[in-house]
């Protein structure tokens, strides 16, 4: 069992967590992944590690409530355990010789771009961020941001704070006035990081994404996350949990991942009601 230290609200639908996992504080880089069950019958779902505390030996996690999985987590409390917490799993991000990026997050993808972005601050790079939202309550990690980035720049859709706009209108603007990046790192929402790879292609900069699909073992034996990359005009099959979940956003068949992602939106919202149901029975 793994014990909750520390829970905050970051937003109405986005909590935080810090759970006590000793060995993977110890081990878990900027990029890697865990994967958990709330308890012994629950489901398996993966979330980037978003920092650690290798000295007090907790993990820091940030999810959405969108699913019956998350919204069982998210009814536990300070003090109170989850029944498995396994990782860090996948690669971390590819960091050598960077040493000017472009870090664009999207909604609660920016959960998993702040400690990337952290950690190219730490290693002396020079970060550019930029993150964004559909509107100033669904916003988090400012500050954190900010604390990391030489340059910050905030969106959201509806103008309802800072710039009005998505992300990719500041990415062009610093591309055509002749912004240089040594690689751009995008994560959110598959249509978002979609449209930052066709913004930064015809400006030749290297495209990293960070591709988080459906997960179930984390080894790469169920294929439950597998995708299409175009390497040299053929279609190659890879495995986010093993091969990524970082990759060339250049040779992403985002068109069919997308398809895929929402194969499973009935079920998964009709688990979510059920699953609601049974807590507000439970208060």
Do not use: W
């Amino acid at each position: 069992m793994y014990q909750i230290v520390r829970k905050k609200e970051l937003n109405p639908t986005v909590t935080q967590m810090e759970i006590l996992a000793p060995m993977v504080a110890r081990k878990a880089k900027p990029g890697q992944f865990i994967i958990l069950r709330v308890n012994k019958e629950g489901e398996r779902i993966p979330l980037t590690v978003a920092g650690t505390d290798p000295e007090e030996g907790t993990v820091k996690i940030i999810f959405q409530i969108v699913g019956a999985t998350t919204a069982l987590l998210n009814a536990r409390n300070e003090g109170e355990s989850i029944q498995d917490f396994v990782g860090p799993l996948g690669v971390a991000t590819h960091t050598e010789g960077i040493r000017k990026v472009c870090i664009v997050g999207g909604g609660v993808g920016c959960a998993i771009a702040m400690p990337v972005a952290q950690e190219f601050h730490r290693l002396g790079a020079e970060v550019t961020s930029i993150i964004g939202f559909r509107s100033k309550d669904l916003l988090i990690l400012e500050d954190e941001f900010r604390a990391c980035s030489d340059r910050l720049v905030v969106m959201t859709d509806d103008g309802s704070y800072a710039r009005h706009g998505n992300v990719t209108v500041p990415l062009k603007e610093m591309l055509e006035a002749g912004e240089r990046f040594d690689m751009i790192i995008t994560i959110g929402p598959l249509i978002m990081m979609k449209f930052v790879t066709l913004t930064a292609k015809p400006f030749g900069v290297p495209v990293t994404v960070s591709m988080n699909p459906i997960m179930i073992d984390g080894t790469g034996m169920c294929g439950g996350c597998r995708l299409t990359l175009i390497q040299d005009g053929k279609r190659v099959t890879k495995f986010a949990c093993v091969d990524g979940p970082d990759f060339n956003g250049y040779e992403v068949d985002f068109d069919e991942a997308m398809s895929r992602s929402r194969m499973y939106f009935d079920f998964e919202r009709h688990a979510y009601e059920e699953t609601c149901n049974l807590l507000k029975g439970g208060n």
